[in-house]
């Protein structure tokens, strides 16, 4: 079964509002988890790690004002997009660091993101 | 730094065909090295995995050899079928930080009947 559930799976939203998707872990206690970006047709970027507890750490590029992440507890990370624009539009994945011997990730659903 | 290379698509098949993707990367060490499906609106799913050389990873008919060699992990099937439509993703981690997985660009995969 899913070890990564996100909500909503799909949000459309007016430009300058802002919009909180949900990563939740079902499985596990998560200290960390990582946001990704996706746009049309391109791979996954890295956003972001959430610290269960502490500040999130974020990419190169990518601005912790405009994403916002909080960690509030072993099986909730949030990312909320503030001032959403249209060019924030895009498909974020969130994912669970399982370790051990592969060292893989779980990944949820991901969430649409649509900015009129 | 680590980085993964794979074969650009789209790539269009009829059912029953073989089918080869190619990845190769680049990585310090001994990374583990993943295959990922996604489907449309989807996120991803773990299709196959390895972690060391010659180990081959296996799931639903798919498969593919962690050849260090040739820094490739190349994915196969020996006869596709329609429900495989989808996008494909090879992906790395090295073995021992979590954050640093990169990925392929992904290779759109259609199977007509």
């Known amino acids: 079964g899913a070890v990564v559930s996100q909500h909503p799976s799909r949000v459309i939203c007016k430009s300058g509002t802002s919009v909180k998707i949900e990563c939740r872990s079902l499985?596990?206690?998560?200290?960390?988890m990582f946001w990704y970006r996706q746009f049309p047709k391109q791979s996954l970027m890295l956003m972001a790690t959430s610290n269960e507890g502490s500040k999130a750490t974020y990419e190169q590029g990518v601005e912790k004002d405009k994403f916002l992440i909080n960690h509030a507890s072993l099986t909730l990370s949030t990312l909320t997009v503030t001032s959403a624009h249209p060019e924030d539009s895009s498909f974020y994945i969130c994912s669970l660091p399982q370790g051990g011997y592969y060292n893989e990730q779980f990944f949820g659903p991901g969430t649409r993101l649509t900015v009129l | 730094g680590n980085s993964v290379t794979q074969m650009e698509g789209p790539v269009t098949l009829s059912e029953e065909a073989f089918l080869t993707i190619n990845c190769t990367y680049t990585?310090?060490?001994?990374?583990?090295l993943f295959w990922y499906v996604q489907y449309p609106g989807e996120g991803l799913q773990l299709l196959l995995k390895?972690?060391?050389?010659?180990d081959k990873g296996s799931n639903k008919g798919f498969e593919a050899t962690y050849r260090k060699e040739t820094t490739s992990f190349h994915l196969e099937k020996g006869s596709v079928q329609v429900s495989d439509s989808a996008v494909y993703f090879c992906a790395l981690t090295p073995r021992v930080n979590n954050n640093d997985m990169r990925f392929g660009a992904g290779t759109r995969l259609t199977v007509k009947p």
């Open positions: 990585a310090t060490g001994y990374p583990s």
């Open positions: 390895a972690t060391k050389a010659d």
């Open positions: 499985d596990f206690q998560a200290t960390t």
